[in-house]
T-cell receptor, first 117, second 115 residues
Framework: KQEVTQIPAALSVPEGENLVLNCSFTDSAIYNLQWFRQDPGKGLTSLLLIQSSQREQTSGRLNASLDKSSGRSTLYIAASQPGDSATYLCAVNVWDAGGTSYGKLTFGQGTILTVHP | DGGITQSPKYLFRKEGQNVTLSCEQNLNHDAMYWYRQDPGQGLRLIYYSQIVNDFQKGDIAEGYSVSREKKESFPLTVTSAQKNPTAFYLC??????????????FGPGTRLTVL
């Protein structure tokens, strides 16, 4: 069974720092990996989607990498801002027992990020 | 505006009651999903539907039921058989669940509390 772990569970940094959030998964047979942001009491906002054939994706100050062989992904946030404070979740798109993906996501428990001025 | 709407935002249930959570999307997506979020446990899949009139159980379907009579709607009923229903419920959709690589988009969620 696929398990997804995110480290650290919480992170507090001063504004302007570059930071890295980590995500690891136990089964490398994934279709893709998606990073989300969640503000308190809100739904999830998709940040980046990395296909299994890709090594990284970039959007603005965000860069996500994927190493399937080692079961790891990182989310790099450059020049952090107080508005980046949120919970960041990674999720992998898993295979069904029959070898098909139905878009079912397995989530990590998230990293709570606080960026203070 | 295209997107996913969930209602109500807050819902209170008495013991023994069934309640239904609404999820509507106008993105013309085929696939829709229901997840449950508990503190410290991340999101877990309850039910998913790849196409109208078809749906499958996820990892924690016991005590829940769904229907998919229209492409844009995927309501979730929390029955009295669900022993611990207090949680944050999130609905999601994607263009087509069978095609690998499709991004999932989420609604704003419904917070259910059992009184």
């Amino acid at each position: 069974k696929q398990e997804v772990t995110q480290i650290p569970a919480a992170l507090s940094v001063p504004e302007g720092e570059n930071l890295v959030l980590n995500c690891s998964f136990t089964d490398s047979a994934i279709y893709n990996l998606q990073w989300f942001r969640q503000d308190p009491g809100k739904g999830l906002t998709s940040l980046l989607l990395i296909q299994s054939s890709q090594r990284e994706q970039t959007s603005g100050r965000l860069n996500a990498s994927l190493d399937k062989s080692s079961g790891r992904s990182t989310l790099y946030i450059a020049a952090s801002q107080p508005g980046d404070s949120a919970t960041y979740l990674c999720a992998v798109n898993v295979w069904d027992a029959g070898g098909t993906s139905y878009g079912k996501l397995t989530f990590g428990q998230g990293t709570i990020l606080t960026v203070h001025p | 505006d295209g997107g996913i709407t969930q209602s109500p935002k807050y819902l209170f249930r008495k013991e023994g009651q069934n309640v239904t959570l609404s999820c509507e999307q106008n993105l013309n997506h085929d696939a829709m999903y229901w997840y449950r979020q508990d503190p410290g446990q991340g999101l877990r899949l309850i039910y998913y539907s790849q196409i109208v009139n078809d749906f499958q159980k996820g990892d924690i379907a016991e005590g829940y039921s769904v229907s998919r009579e229209k492409k844009e709607s995927f309501p979730l009923t929390v029955t009295s058989a669900q022993k611990n229903p207090t949680a944050f419920y999130l609905c999601a959709s994607s263009i087509n669940g069978w095609v690998a690589g499709n991004e999932q988009f989420f609604g704003p969620g419904t917070r259910l509390t059992v009184l």
